[in-house]
């Protein structure tokens, strides 16, 4: 399993075989029925970003797609190092696959920000942009409510059989893993909203208001769980009630930020969100409902994976799966700030040059931006792994467990720079089908490849993550560089 490790070398070179493709002005561009050819007018007024405009916008959008693993490393580190030694493992191997459902639950409505940040990018009229801001904040609010429901109903019995009761300490695991789902699910409609706001200030280019929110978030987050877990001992409970109050401030903070950035006067959060909410009224959800089914299939499929990977940890014991719940909660905020830089960066600024010759040039400086921020993340991530185990928990065996995956962790973060690229710019051209249809191979792929595999220790599940990760960046690249040609 070792051998696939040197292919990780082809993203290096993807960049420049990226700037040899010759572009074809006499191919007709690519036309998606929701969005409509940009004006001439307007093509000309648009000016091309350059790799510095893209840096300065993509390094604060990174808050849209970081605020919840964040959150839940926050819950993580603080509950580990609050409990006992004889604890640790036990609260930690809990918020795997209680971090997991809940983080999963929100991911699944990722369709919202992306339509959001893509037709609001393609709008200039202030009346439309406001009702798509409308669209996507009521859309949200809903889905929030139903998942604050359903989350709370099928935490026990799914995370009952998402854990199995065969391995040392798996029924204190699930009953502590529910209890954190249950009171975290209580400020799901309060995430989505901030979340569909983050998006339309992302989609209007500024990416420096969120930033705001997501301080006041995680400071709320630092504090209740000072307080409820660590002078308390709420442990996992604690937890989670500091992270739900922590997204109810988000959104109370976004709301503002929105109501000042989107070009109307009120300032008041409550008036904001009721304007939106009379405004919504007026619209039709057909657009946002083509998203919707390519993006689901996304979301599905990379939940499927992780859920496959946290399932056969769990089979190994609690130490095993605390060490897994750490490793794929660094994972997924290192790639989730690729998601950012590349994928979001590119739905914000490639729809206003449709049509133009500057769409190559944009997707080699999308690259070059995504090249760099993964190794960055990649040996961030590994040195976490390797050396930075007691920042999340007291317990030895934990931490030996975390430094053997070091390698594929730092592997897996790596080659999701090329696949966050070109996701991005598959999103931001339109290319649905595409998306819909890769994602549905690969979340059939990828768990008979763990099954096939039959792996018996940790190291082997994120072994096999890695070989899979290879082959979504090499079609991922494949298809954004012919999508490119024809924009």
Sequence with gaps: MRRPYAIIAAFASTASGFATVPRRHATKPLQHPLRAAPAEADATETPEPTLRDLASFAGPAVVLWISGPLLTLIDTSAVGLASGAKDSALEIAALGPGGSVCDGATYFYTFLNIATTNFLASETEPEKREQVVARG???ALRNGLLALIWLRLIAGPFLAVFIGGQASGALEVQKRAATYVRVRALGAPFLLLGNALTAALLGAKDSAAPLIALAASAGTNILGDFVAVGLLGRGV???AEATALSQVVQAVVLARLAAKKLGTSDAKPLAYVRRLLRTQRRLEGR???????????LVFSKLLSFGVMTFTAARFGSVPLAAHQLTLTIFLLASLVLDAVAGQTAQAFLPPLKGRTGVQKLGRRLLKLSAGAALASSITAGALALR?????????AVASELAAVAAPLAASVLLHGAIAHGEGVCLATADLKFVGASYAVSGVVFPALVGLAGPNALRGVWDAF????IARAAVLQLRARHVLRKY
Aim: hydrophobic letters at 55%; proline letters at 7%; zero cysteines.
């Design 137 to 139: 904040a009521t859309l």
């Design 237 to 239: 409970r604690g937890a």
């Design 287 to 297: 657009s946002f409902a083509a998203f919707a089914g390519p993006v689901l299939v």
């Design 388 to 396: 930075g185990a007691r920042l999340f928990s007291g317990d030895p």
């Design 466 to 469: 890695v070989v899979f990760q």
